[in-house]
C-alpha cells in the first residue's frame, strides 16, 4: 500500500466510530427482544440520527455471500472437486470485530468492520431465479413488483422527508446507471422515479462519472458564456412577451423559478465537487481501478463538500455495473 | 483489534432534552411527527363510527368538535387542550387507557404542534351526502339562447354564479389549442394565416372536422393517452410476461372503433388481433403477492380505467378510504382468472374464505362459478358495455373533458363517486355520448365546438380554489410528446425508426422513453396513468436548459434550418440486427473512393464481449480478386475464426462493436464486395447477449443516419431560412402562434448580433434562439 493510500486509510479509519452508535441503540434493542412480541417503537427510546448523508453502494450481479461476506468451511478448489463439496473457495480471516469472519481479499474491509453493521440473515421470497431487475426494485424501493402504485426510489423518500430541498445541489444524486442501454431497460427505469412522491424528489442522473461536470455545467458544445448569455436574452424576452393576463400564472412562475434553479445549479461554485479532474492525481489514481472505483470517488467529493454545509442529507446510489 | 462490548447506555433524560431542542427548530411536521404518535396510541380506540367518549381523532374537524368531554384540541393553546391534559395524566385517567405513557418528547410534540395552530393536512375530504348514480341519466336541456347543448348547461351555471359568459378567444389562440388537441402539434404558419383569414362563419367547425378527418395525425397523437391509460409499452422486457397491444390500439383509433368495442375486445379478447396483452398485464416470473396476480391487475385496471372506481386498497383488506371490499375485489378478479373460485388473501394472510365471480354491480346479473374463463370473459364484456352501466359512458365523457378542458367534471378522475360540479351536464353528455354510437371523434366534436371550450384560459392558482367554479379551461401544459414533435417539426429533425422494413422518421410516441420525455413526463407504463405530472421541476429544466437530448436536436436543427447540414451519405449494405448466425453480402463498390466498414452495437448486454466480423470477404477488380484483409489500411482489427450458428465461417476481420473499419481503394478499380458478416457463437450466453448490425458505406457516414431512410417525415419539412427577421417571424407563428411585438422583434435580433451592426443568420445563434423560444413559457403551455 503507497503512502496516499495509507492517508486515505487513515482518514476513514480515525473518523468518528459507531460503537458510539451501536453502545445507544442496545438498549432498545435488548428491551424489544426481551418481550413477547415486537413493541411499538414509538414508545421506546429514540435513535438519534447523525448522517448527513447516505451513499448506497449497489453492487449488482452479485459476488457470491459464501465468497465474501458469510464465509464457509474453506474447501481449496482443486480440478475435479465436487461442486456439492465446494463451500468458500477462499480462506476466512478475522475482522475487527470478534467471531466475525469474513473471506481472504477484504483485509481492508476487515479493519473497519467495527464501523459497519453485517446482515447475512436477509432472505427473499422466489422472485423469479437469477432475475436482476425485480429483485434490484425490491432493494431500491422495499416493494417487490409489480405494484399498484408507482413506488419511489428510496432516495427519492429521503429526499421527501428528510431534504430541505437545497437549490444548488440536489439531495437525491444517483451515480453510474445508465437507463438507455442493456436488456432490462425499462424494469430499470421503473425503479429509478420518485414515483408517487412528485417529481421534484427525483434522482439526478449522472450516468458516467467522469462526465458528472458536463451534467453541472453548461456543455462544452454550448460553453459558458454562450450559455450565460442567452439565459440573459431568454428572461428580457420573457419580461417582453405580451401574453399579459397569464404573467401571473402559478404553472408559468413556477417553470421560470425552475429554470431559474437549473441555472443557479449550473453555474454554482458548489457544483465543483462533480468534477472529477480537481481530485489530485494520486487520490484519483487509487480510485480509478474503473468505473465503479470512480463512481465511489464522485460519492466521496460530494459527501466531503456537505463538510463546508453546502451539501447536507444527500442520498448517493451508486451501482456497479 | 477491538472487541465489541456491551454497556447500557443511560443518558436518557439527556437525549429528550436535546431531541426537544431539535424539534423546536423548526415547525412541527405533522405528517412525520405528530401523525406517528395520534395513529399509534390514540387512533386504536379514537376512531371509527363508535369511537371511544364520542371522540374520533381521525381528522382535525372531528378533533376539534370533541366527543362528550368537549373539543379534544383548541388550536393555539396547549395548556387548554384536553389532548394535552389527558395525556399528561392533569385531568382524569391518563391516555392512553393501556400501555405506557406518553414520553416527556413525544407530549412536548403535541403540544407545540397545537401552539402551532395544529396544522393537520385533510387527507380524506368530509364525507358528503353525493351519491354517483349508476343508470344513465338524461336530463333536459336548460331553457336558454345558446345554440348547443354543452353553452346550454354552462350559461346557466355561469347564471348561478353570477358569472358574466366571457366571449371566445380570437382565431390565433382556437387553432392553436385546436391543432394541439387533436393533432399533438402547432399549425403551421401557412395554415395559421389561412384560418385566420378565411371569412366563413362556420370556420372554427370545419377546422375541428378537417382535423379529425386525418385519421393517422388524430391517432398519432392521442395514442399516447391511450398507451398511458391503458398501460401499454413498447419494449418492456420482464422477464415473464407482457404484451404490447400497440398495433390494434393504432388501428382502433385510425377507424374510430366505438368506445364499447373497444372495452369489448379489451376485456374479452378473442378475435386474433384483438389486444390480448391487455389482460396479461405486467408479469414477472417467481413469486407475486396475492393482490398483484394478473387476474388482480385486471380487477383493478378494468375498475379504474372504465368505472373510474379505485380497487387497488381493496385488494390487501377492505378499502380505508372508499367503500369497496376486498370480496369485491377477488369478485371480479375471478372474471380474468384460470380458477373461477379464488380464495380471498387479507394483507398476506390467507383466510380461508372464498368467492367466485361477481360482477361489482349485482343487479346486473350473475356469474355462474362453473362459468369458463371464455364465458367469464364474455360476461366481463357485458358488464363493461352494459346499457344500463351509466358509469363507463360518465368516466370516459369525464376524462375527455379534463383532456380538453384541463380539470373534470369530477375530480379526481380515477374516482366517479365523487360529486361533480355539473352533474346534470355530466348526464347529458354521457347519454348523448351512448345514444351517437360511444363514438370518440363525435364526443370530441362536440365538446371543442361549444362556446365553453372556446372560452378563454383561466389562470391557475397554486391550489385550486374550494369549491371549485367553473370559469373556463385552464392553461394546460404540453405533453412530453407535444413538445418534441414540434421540436422536430420546427427543425426537420425527426428520430429514426427501426422497423421490421427498414427505418421510417417517426413521431415521439413511437420511441421508448427518453431523458428529455422522462423529465417532460411521459410515465413508466407499469401501472395505469390517467393524468401525467408534468409540472415543472428543477431537474426538469436542467434537462432542458443542458441536456443533451435537446441539444442534439437544436445543433443538427439549426444547420439544416441553414441548409448546411451536409446530406448524409446511404449506406451500401445494412445487416439488419444480427443476434445469431452470418448474414451474406455482395454489392457494387464501382467508383468509390473509400470503403468504411461498421459494426454497431444492436442491443448487446455486453457489448465488450461481443465478438463479430467480416468473414471471406473479398473485392473484386480487373486484376481479380483481393482479399479485404490484406488491404492497406490504418484501422486495427484482429484476425479469427468465427463460428456463426454452429458453422464455421473462416477466417474474419474482427474488431470491438463500435469501430470503423476504413479502407483507402481510391484507384483500384474494384468493382463489387462479397463475403459474409458474423456473430461469432461466444457471444450468444446470456450474460454477453451479442447483438450487432454492420454497415458498409463508400464515404464517412452520418452516426445519427447510419440506417437508410425511407418515406417522408410526419409532417412537411420546414423551409430553409434565409434571413433573420424571416426566422423570427416564422418561428414566432409556429411557435406562439403569433407575430413577434417591436420589443420582442428588437430583443430576437440581439440573438443575431443585431445590436453590433447587421444581424445574420448563423448557426449557434439560431440555436440560441430557438432554445430560448421552446424554453418560453408562450410556447410550454395551451393557452
Known amino acids: 500500500m503507497n503512502r496516499d493510500e495509507q492517508r486515505i486509510e487513515q482518514r476513514i479509519v480515525s473518523g468518528l466510530s459507531r460503537r458510539h452508535f451501536l453502545r445507544a441503540s442496545t438498549a432498545a434493542a435488548l428491551a424489544a427482544l426481551a418481550g413477547p412480541e415486537p413493541r411499538l417503537y414509538a414508545g421506546t427510546k429514540k435513535i438519534e440520527p447523525r448522517a448527513d448523508s447516505l451513499i448506497l453502494l449497489w453492487m449488482a450481479g452479485g459476488m457470491a455471500q459464501t465468497e465474501t461476506f458469510d464465509p464457509k468451511t474453506y474447501t481449496p478448489f482443486q480440478p475435479g472437486l465436487e461442486s456439492k463439496r465446494v463451500l468458500s473457495t477462499f480462506p476466512s480471516i478475522d475482522t475487527a470485530v470478534d467471531n466475525i469472519k469474513i473471506s481472504q481479499g477484504l483485509e481492508r474491509i476487515a479493519k473497519v468492520m467495527d464501523r459497519a ?28 413488483p409489480p405494484q399498484s402504485v408507482a413506488v419511489p426510489h428510496m432516495g427519492a423518500f429521503i429526499s421527501r422527508t428528510l431534504g430541505p430541498r437545497n437549490p444548488d445541489i440536489p439531495a437525491f444524486i444517483d451515480i453510474g ?68 393576463e397569464y404573467g401571473s400564472d402559478f404553472q408559468r412562475e413556477s417553470l421560470l423559478r425552475s429554470l431559474e434553479n437549473a441555472h443557479r445549479l449550473l453555474n454554482s461554485p458548489a457544483a465543483k465537487a462533480f468534477d472529477l479532474r480537481l481530485e489530485p492525481k494520486a487520490s484519483y489514481d487509487v480510485y480509478n481501478t474503473g468505473r465503479f472505483g470512480l463512481r465511489c470517488l464522485l460519492a466521496r467529493r460530494l459527501v466531503e463538500a456537505s463538510g463546508i454545509g453546502i451539501l447536507t442529507k444527500t442520498a448517493i446510489s451508486v451501482p456497479s455495473a | 483489534m477491538r472487541a465489541l462490548k456491551t454497556r447500557i447506555f443511560g443518558q436518557s433524560s439527556l437525549l429528550a432534552v436535546s431531541l426537544l431542542l431539535t424539534n423546536r427548530a423548526q415547525a412541527v411536521d405533522f405528517a412525520t411527527q405528530v401523525h406517528p404518535i395520534l395513529a399509534s396510541r390514540c387512533a386504536p380506540c379514537h376512531s371509527g363510527a363508535k369511537p371511544a367518549a364520542g371522540l374520533s381523532l381521525t381528522s382535525r374537524t372531528l378533533a376539534l368538535s370533541g366527543g362528550v368531554d368537549g373539543p379534544a384540541i383548541i388550536p393555539g393553546k ?30 412536548a410534540t403535541l403540544r407545540a404542534w397545537i401552539d402551532e395552530g395544529a396544522v393537520w393536512p385533510e387527507t380524506a375530504s368530509a364525507p358528503s351526502g353525493w351519491v354517483a348514480p349508476i343508470a344513465p341519466r338524461r336530463p333536459n336541456l336548460p331553457e336558454g339562447n345558446e345554440a348547443h347543448p354543452v353553452d346550454r348547461f354552462i350559461a346557466a351555471y355561469f347564471a348561478k354564479h353570477q358569472i358574466a359568459f366571457p366571449s371566445p378567444v380570437r382565431d390565433a389562440i382556437f387553432a392553436r389549442r385546436v391543432y394541439f388537441d387533436l393533432w399533438g402539434l ?62 390494434w390500439l393504432l388501428r382502433a383509433l385510425e377507424q374510430n372503433l366505438a368506445y ?19 389482460l396479461i398485464g405486467v408479469n414477472w416470473r417467481g413469486d407475486v403477492n396475492a393482490s398483484q396476480t394478473p387476474y388482480m391487475q385486471a380487477a383493478q385496471n378494468t375498475a379504474q380505467i372504465f368505472l373510474g372506481i379505485n380497487l387497488k386498497c381493496a385488494s390487501c383488506h377492505d378499502s380505508f378510504i372508499n367503500r369497496y371490499k376486498l370480496r369485491e375485489s377477488y369478485g371480479m378478479a375471478a372474471l380474468f382468472s384460470p380458477d373461477s373460485r379464488l380464495e380471498l388473501v387479507r394483507c398476506d394472510a390467507k383466510t380461508g374464505k372464498y368467492t367466485g365471480p361477481q360482477l361489482l354491480y349485482p343487479d346486473f346479473g350473475a356469474v355462474p362459478e362453473n362459468a369458463t374463463l371464455s364465458e367469464r370473459h364474455q360476461a366481463a364484456g357485458r358488464f363493461f358495455t352494459d346499457s344500463r352501466n351509466g358509469r363507463v359512458a360518465r368516466t370516459v ?26 352533474a346534470d351536464l355530466l348526464d347529458w353528455l354521457a347519454s348523448d355520448f351512448t345514444a351517437h354510437g360511444n363514438d370518440l371523434r363525435y364526443l370530441l366534436r362536440l365538446l371543442m365546438t361549444s362556446k365553453a371550450y372556446q372560452l378563454p384560459a383561466t389562470v391557475s392558482a397554486e391550489r385550486e380554489e374550494k369549491p371549485y367554479v367553473f370559469r373556463g379551461p385552464q392553461v394546460r401544459r404540453l405533453s412530453a410528446e407535444q413538445f418534441a414533435d414540434t421540436v422536430s417539426m420546427i427543425t426537420g429533425e425527426w428520430r429514426i425508426l427501426q422497423t421490421s422494413h427498414g427505418a421510417i422518421l417517426a413521431r415521439e410516441w413511437q420511441f ?267 410556447f410550454q403551455y395551451v393557452y
Open chain 2, 186 to 247: 402547432p399549425p403551421a404558419p401557412a395554415q395559421l394565416e389561412s384560418f385566420i383569414k378565411d371569412p366563413n362563419p362556420q370556420k372554427r367547425e370545419r377546422l375541428i372536422d378537417s382535423l379529425l378527418g386525418n385519421s393517422q395525425m388524430y391517432a398519432e397523437h392521442w395514442i399516447s393517452w391511450w398507451n398511458d391509460l391503458l398501460r401499454n409499452d413498447i419494449g418492456g422486457n420482464y422477464q415473464g410476461e407482457r404484451k404490447s397491444i400497440t398495433s
Open chain 1, 117 to 144: 453493521t453485517l446482515i447475512r440473515s436477509h432472505r427473499v421470497g422466489d422472485l423469479g431465479f437469477i432475475l436482476h431487475s425485480r429483485h434490484q426494485y425490491h432493494w431500491h424501493t422495499g416493494y417487490a
Open chain 2, 260 to 278: 364499447d368495442k373497444m372495452i369489448a375486445a379489451l376485456v374479452n379478447p378473442v378475435k386474433k388481433d384483438d389486444p390480448d396483452g391487455f
Open chain 2, 512 to 778: 421508448k422513453s427518453s431523458p428529455l420525455t422522462l423529465a417532460l413526463g411521459r410515465p413508466i407504463r407499469d401501472q395505469v396513468f390517467t393524468t401525467r405530472d408534468n409540472r415543472a421541476t428543477t431537474f426538469q429544466e436542467l434537462e432542458l436548459a443542458n441536456g443533451t437530448s435537446l441539444e442534439d436536436v437544436l445543433r443538427r436543427g439549426s444547420l439544416r434550418l441553414l441548409g448546411q447540414l451536409p446530406p448524409a451519405p446511404e449506406n451500401l449494405f445494412d445487416s439488419g440486427n444480427v443476434r445469431k448466425g452470418a448474414v451474406s453480402f455482395d454489392i457494387d463498390i464501382s467508383g468509390l473512393k473509400q470503403l468504411w466498414l461498421l459494426q454497431e452495437d444492436a442491443g448487446a448486454y455486453d457489448p465488450s464481449r461481443t465478438v463479430a466480423g467480416w468473414a471471406g470477404v473479398v473485392l473484386i477488380g480487373p486484376k481479380g480478386e483481393k482479399k479485404l484483409a490484406d488491404l492497406a489500411t490504418n484501422s486495427k482489427f484482429q484476425r479469427e475464426s468465427l463460428v456463426a450458428d454452429k458453422q464455421p465461417v473462416g477466417e474474419a476481420l474482427t474488431a470491438p462493436l463500435g469501430s470503423r473499419l476504413v479502407f483507402d481503394i481510391d484507384g483500384l478499380g474494384f468493382t463489387r464486395m462479397r463475403g459474409r458478416v458474423a456473430l461469432d457463437d461466444r457471444s450468444l450466453p446470456s450474460d454477453i447477449g451479442g447483438a450487432v448490425r454492420f454497415f458498409v458505406f463508400g464515404a464517412e457516414p452520418d452516426p445519427e443516419h447510419l440506417a437508410n431512410v425511407s418515406g417522408s417525415p410526419p409532417v412537411p419539412s420546414p423551409p430553409q431560412l434565409l434571413s433573420v427577421d424571416e426566422a423570427i417571424h416564422r418561428l414566432f407563428l409556429q411557435l406562439f402562434a403569433r407575430e413577434p411585438s417591436s420589443e420582442e422583434m428588437r430583443i430576437s435580433r440581439n440573438y443575431f448580433g443585431g445590436a453590433k451592426g447587421v444581424p445574420r443568420l448563423e448557426p449557434a445563434a439560431l440555436e440560441d434562439f430557438l432554445w430560448s423560444l421552446l424554453l418560453h413559457p408562450d
Open chain 2, 78 to 107: 396547549s395548556d387548554d387542550s384536553l389532548l394535552i391534559q389527558k395525556v399528561s395524566g392533569k385531568k382524569g385517567s391518563i391516555m392512553p387507557a393501556s400501555g405506557a405513557p406518553l414520553t416527556a418528547a413525544q407530549i
Open chain 2, 397 to 422: 365523457v369525464n376524462r375527455y373533458w379534463q383532456k380538453l378542458f384541463g380539470r373534470g367534471l369530477v375530480e379526481p378522475v380515477d374516482d366517479m363517486d365523487s360529486e361533480p360540479w355539473n
Open chain 1, 177 to 244: 446507471q445508465n437507463l438507455e442501454i442493456g436488456a432490462e431497460t425499462d424494469s430499470v427505469k421503473a425503479f429509478h422515479t420518485a414515483g408517487f412522491l412528485g417529481s421534484e424528489h427525483s434522482p439526478f442522473l449522472i450516468s458516467d462519472p467522469n462526465d458528472a461536470v458536463s451534467r453541472t455545467r453548461p456543455s462544452e458544445h454550448v460553453g459558458r458564456s454562450r450559455f450565460t448569455n442567452r439565459y440573459e436574452q431568454f428572461k428580457r424576452l420573457v419580461a417582453a412577451s405580451p401574453v399579459g
